[in-house]
T-cell receptor, first 114, second 117 residues
Framework: KNQVEQSPQSLIILEGKNCTLQ??????????LRWYKQDTGRGPVSLTI?????NTKSNGRYTATLDADTKQSSLHITASQLSDSASYIC?????????????FGQGTTLQVKP | DSGVTQTPKHLITATGQRVTLRCSPR?????VYWYQQSLDQGLQFLIQ???????AKGNILERFSAQQFPDLHSELNLSSLELGDSALYFC????????????????FGEGSRLTVL
């Protein structure tokens, strides 16, 4: 069964600290994996995309990693800021010649405290 | 600004009523997706349209229906509303089609918050 599981479900850290969010998937055939950031009450916004051949990709203070062999991805946030408080959603795409199919994780809710 | 427009932003109605949510996708995007997000829950996929045709169906109730019009805007109709239908409803669009590699990026609107009293 195609699934995406994220951990932890929620996380509280102090401003300036680093944190790592995890995403494990069983989706096959894998096409790509995206991390989205969803601020409370807003629509999700893509942070980064990881394809099969990519191991690491950075977007500012966000660094995503992908291990296609173990089917795991992580999102590392460096020097957290209050504005990082949000839900982070891992979304895995099937390899498809059509419109593509997506499996959403349940998200990790991050709260950054001053 | 994602380029996806959803209306209305907020909607309050009573049980048993019917409402219509509207979505205009980004210019050039042919695919429209609808998602439901209940309080403190993840995004639940409802339905996808591509260029006017239904392409995929998720956990959409029979009381809900959707369509995509020739100008590519989409409407989600929710009828016989129940308290449990209170949620944020998101529309997303993507550049997706048989002749394109789907990168998996969805552009989300700001959502329509439905409250059923």
């Amino acid at each position: 069964k195609n699934q995406v599981e994220q951990s932890p479900q929620s996380l509280i850290i102090l401003e300036g600290k680093n944190c790592t969010l995890q995403c494990n998937y069983t989706v096959s055939p894998f096409s790509n994996l995206r991390w989205y950031k969803q601020d409370t009450g807003r629509g999700p916004v893509s942070l980064t995309i990881m394809t099969f051949s990519e191991n690491t990709k950075s977007n500012g203070r966000y660094t995503a990693t992908l291990d296609a062999d173990t089917k795991q991805s992580s999102l590392h946030i460096t020097a957290s800021q209050l504005s990082d408080s949000a839900s982070y959603i891992c979304v895995v795409s099937f390899r498809s010649s059509n419109t593509g199919k997506l499996i959403f994780g349940q998200g990790t809710t991050l709260q950054v405290k001053p | 600004d994602s380029g996806v427009t959803q209306t209305p932003k907020h909607l309050i109605t009573a049980t048993g009523q019917r409402v219509t949510l509207r979505c205009s996708p980004r210019s050039g995007d042919l695919s429209v997706y609808w998602y439901q997000q209940s309080l403190d829950q993840g995004l639940q996929f409802l339905i996808q349209y591509y260029n006017g045709e239904e392409r995929a169906k998720g956990n959409i109730l029979e009381r809900f229906s959707a369509q995509q019009f020739p100008d590519l805007h989409s409407e989600l109709n929710l009828s016989s509303l129940e308290l449990g239908d209170s949620a944020l409803y998101f529309c997303a669009s993507s550049v997706a089609g048989p002749d394109r590699v789907f990168t998996g990026e969805l552009f989300f609107g700001e959502g329509s918050r439905l409250t059923v009293l």
